[in-house]
């Protein structure tokens, strides 16, 4: 039927939104494709179950079109998961942000609807190491969350918020001439309860033609904690002054 891929950074709640839209009886959640970890219809599971070895960027650039054609074949909607930082991967080489991802530049020729959702990047910096120190990167529904406040190290921070802010650049510069897309902002995405709010779920559904008014909208995972950033980090007003040394 077709693919829809959803895009984000890391700690960025596409779990939480995909664990909603799968709720859809047309839609199947492949989680993140790009990733060897991934458990479910990974590119890389699906080259070891069919045999084939990549040699060569250009055999990744080949058998990807093949997986993903496989996948635009099926009886159902393959929602694909595809982080930032994994959109180098294919071709296996890093080149610049003035280039699209050659994933990007496929996906969008053929053309599939995409989700972008974001996440500032100071808040899915901490969730990232609030998850590391946790040793919990998702929670389910009725679990604990972790909570806590952490130090952060700012000259990680400040390495890994430079980098992002380039990243969003070239990912909003990629959507400006991309039209069958809609962007959703984790901050207005969810609730403070943690449920998917009506209107991006509405605005999913205007984007893939479908139905979602009688969704659940209470995702599997819970958010890491219903805390402000403030309560989050204990070094806050230092790395404030870093940000505003990183905008001068």
């Not at 910096?125 to 919990?136: C, F, I, P, T």
């Not at 984790?186 to 205007?206: H, I, N």
């Amino acid at each position: 039927m077709s693919v829809v891929v959803l895009l984000s950074r890391q700690r960025s709640g596409t779990g939480a939104l995909a664990s909603v839209l799968e709720r859809h009886p047309d839609i199947y959640y492949c989680g993140e494709i790009l990733d060897h970890g991934c458990d479910k219809t990974s590119f890389f599971g699906w080259l070891a179950a069919h045999g084939h070895v990549a040699r060569s960027p250009l055999d990744y650039s080949a058998l990807f079109e093949e997986f993903v054609t496989a996948l635009l074949a099926e009886d159902r909607i393959n929602l694909i998961d595809i982080k930032y930082n994994s959109l180098q991967v294919i071709p296996a080489q890093f080149r610049s942000f003035e280039e699209v991802p050659w994933v990007l530049d496929y996906l969008s020729r053929l053309p599939v609807p995409m989700i972008n959702l974001r996440r500032n990047p100071l808040q899915t910096y901490v969730s990232a190491k609030l998850a590391e120190r946790h040793g919990a990167f998702h929670v389910v529904q009725g679990g604990a969350v972790s909570a806590g406040k952490i130090a952060l190290d700012l000259q990680d921070f400040a390495a890994f918020h430079f980098f992002a802010l380039k990243e969003n650049q070239a990912i909003a510069t990629f959507f400006d001439d991309y039209g069958f897309s809609t962007v959703l902002d984790y901050e207005r995405c969810f609730e403070p309860d943690g449920t998917l709010s009506p209107q991006a779920l509405e605005q999913v559904g205007r984007l893939l033609d479908l139905d979602f008014s009688a969704l659940d909208r209470t995702p599997r995972f819970r958010k890491q904690s219903a805390e402000s950033i403030v309560d989050k980090v204990e070094n806050l007003e230092e790395v404030i002054q870093t940000l505003g040394a990183l905008a001068a």
